[in-house]
């Protein structure tokens, strides 16, 4: 199995940063892509950047680029969203999303969620 710890999350004024962190651990044998998720109250869980394993580009929701930043650690199996001038509209729960090969089976992983709340 697969085991998502995140941290970072919190509660921040309008303009400010966050720094979000997520460690994968357990029998991993390789990891094909990692990336953050976002759902707030009533909405569908939504894509907001993800960051391949072995080139690719990275991608992101429109309603972030140029404002957050993701980037992994590959040796620390550790993916990293900097949240940069952030809005209210960010407001949401964000989950960690791993894709992983384990044992002989490729799957999705999630994490058991971090809160950002922005104030205005």
């Known amino acids: 199995q697969v085991q998502l710890v995140e941290s970072g999350g919190g509660l921040v004024q309008a303009g400010g940063s966050l720094r979000l962190s997520c460690a994968a651990s357990g029998r991993i044998f390789s990891i094909k892509r990692m990336g953050w998720y976002r759902q707030a109250p009533g909405n569908q869980r939504e894509l907001v950047a993800d960051?391949?394993?072995?080139?690719?580009?990275?991608n992101y929701a429109d309603s972030v680029k140029g404002r957050f930043t993701i980037s992994r650690d590959n040796a620390k199996n550790t993916v990293y969203l900097q949240m940069n001038s952030i809005q209210p509209e960010d407001t949401a729960v964000y989950y960690c999303n791993v894709r992983a090969v384990v044992g002989f089976m490729e799957r999705d992983y999630w994490g058991q969620g971090t809160q950002v709340t922005v104030s205005s």
């Open positions: 960051i391949p394993t072995g080139g690719g580009s990275t």
